[in-house]
């Protein structure tokens, strides 16, 4: 699996986790950019074959030229799961702000 | 679980409300459950592969992956899936996804479903054979045991068909 959250891995038994640092949608790489989408997959291919136990992670090392705060992967609209759980995303943030303020 | 020195940021791309409120979801110590495992075989050039997304990617000649359902009820998901035939480009597809941003997919499948990068990595020896049917679900199952029965099943009998020994998901 090719993921941009490799964390998840600490949830669900995944076999093999190839994390990129990229935004959600475009795990590949950018439109049009056959060259990278390449460089992507064949390292995504040598971890197969190098893989040698159940849950193992490759980090991969490509960057994402865009400023993350800049990069658009989120819908148009809100999803609907996110509106119905607003509040409570809103208490996990401010859990973890209170968390940060007093390290 | 073996780990290398760690390098990415997962959470990179995701606004602080989001981040917090899905690092709630993910357990602070290593998975110990049961992961399920096959060794590869053979050399990659010997292999033969499928890719599977959860993108929401149809043929525009099928059905699309309902979002107006999920609109009306938050935690429902679209539990069909799609086969994708390998010579597809986003010229023949639609996608639909309430939690991404879907125009990229549009204007480049290869994006999330290398079905062009792997066709040629096929023609160069690099793969063995790239498999007759990409498949795509719809990623958003919140808690859904009947998305294994609708979807999952049928996938892997379709994979199983077609003789396919290793499988790329890429997650939405």
């Given amino acids: ?103 | 679980m073996t780990r290398e020195e760690k390098t990415v940021d997962g959470f990179r791309f995701l606004p602080p409300g989001l981040k917090a409120w899905i690092r709630t979801f993910i357990p602070e110590e290593d998975f110990n459950g049961y992961i399920p495992w096959t060794p590869l075989s053979k050399p990659l050039s010997q292999t033969i592969f499928s890719l599977v997304t959860s993108a929401g990617i149809s043929l525009k000649t099928d059905p699309p992956f309902d979002m107006e359902r999920e609109k009306r009820e938050a935690v429902w998901g679209d539990r069909s899936f799609r086969a994708i035939p390998k010579q597809t480009t986003e010229k023949e597809i639609d996608v639909n996804h309430l939690h991404i941003n879907t125009d990229y997919i549009k204007r480049d499948i290869n994006v999330i479903l290398p079905l062009g990068r792997m066709a040629e990595l096929e023609s160069e020896g690099i793969i063995g054979r790239l498999a007759p049917n990409a498949y795509s679900f719809y990623g958003f199952q919140w808690n859904s045991a009947d998305f294994l029965n609708e979807a999952i099943e049928p996938i892997s009998r379709g994979m199983k068909a077609e003789g396919v020994e290793a499988v790329l998901l890429t997650p939405a």
Wanted: hydrophobic share 35%.
């Fill in chain 1, 1 to 103: 699996m090719i993921t941009p959250t490799y964390e998840f891995h600490r949830a669900v038994g995944i076999p093999r986790s190839a994390a990129i640092e990229y935004p959600y949608g475009r795990p590949l790489g950018q439109v049009g950019d056959k060259k990278g989408q390449r460089e992507v997959l064949l390292q995504v291919l040598s971890f197969l074959e190098k893989a040698k136990k159940p849950g193992e992670v490759m980090f991969l090392p490509f960057r994402w030229p865009e400023d993350p705060k800049k990069t658009v992967w989120q819908p148009p609209e809100m999803s609907p799961l996110i509106k119905f759980y607003l509040e409570e995303i809103k208490q996990a943030r401010q859990k973890e702000s209170e968390k940060e303020k007093n390290k």
